[in-house]
Structures are given as C-alpha cells and as structure tokens.
C-alpha cells in the first residue's frame, strides 16, 4: 500500500484519510523500487494535482488505484480505480472488503492515518 501524501484543501482541512499505508510519497516523486506484487496506490483529488498524475501514470502491471477525494477524469484503462467518493468509515469498509476479495491483506495499522 503506497499513499501519495498530498495537503488537504482549505474545504476538508486536516483529516485522516486512506488505509494505513506502506510506503509515503511526496508528489512527483518517484513510486520506490518494491516487490514484483500487487500494488495498491491511494490518492486524494489526483486530477487536480499534475504532479499527483505523473505518479499514477507510472503505474503499471498489477495495481489499483483508490481515489479517496472527488474523483475526475481519468484515462488510464491499464489500471482499476476504486472510487469511494471520498473518505468516510463506510468507504473504508467498502475498499477494505473490495481488496481483500482481491488477495490485499493489510498487515498494519488500524485503518486510519493522520
């Protein structure tokens, strides 16, 4: 689980959001160098954010990618986005169940982040 840690918008200020993650990055910066697995990418309102994009952009084989802001556009059939409509308790719930039926076992953490 890889968490592209962006600040929040004035709108929804300072709040945890995502599964317990990984691996942080900042955004633009590189996705490190991890195991031949299957990746799960969590962002926030990536298409209002370029550099968000060029990280997702290089996803590539098996990932998926959970867009816990106001989704956009996006254009990259090559990788699944899951799409709670922003972060709330049931959301968690829903990608949670969703990653799990996928083969994801989460190994850290107690669901939320700050």
């Known amino acids: ?35 031949d697995a299957p990746l799960v990418v969590q962002v926030r309102d990536a298409h209002r954010r370029p550099e968000v994009g060029r990280t997702v952009a290089e996803l590539r084989g098996a990932a998926v990618l959970v867009e816990w802001g106001w989704p956009g556009a ?7 986005r899951l799409c709670p409509q922003g972060y709330s308790l049931p959301g968690v719930a829903a990608v949670t169940e969703v990653l799990r039926r996928a083969g ?7 669901g939320h982040r700050r």
């Open 104 to 110: 994801w076992n989460p190994t850290t953490g107690s």
């Open 74 to 80: 996006y254009d990259d059939p090559g990788v699944p």
């Open 1 to 35: 689980m890889v968490t592209v840690d962006t600040e929040a918008n004035i709108a929804v200020g300072d709040v945890p959001w995502g599964l317990p993650p990984d691996v942080v990055v900042r955004p633009g910066d590189p996705l490190p160098d991890l195991p």
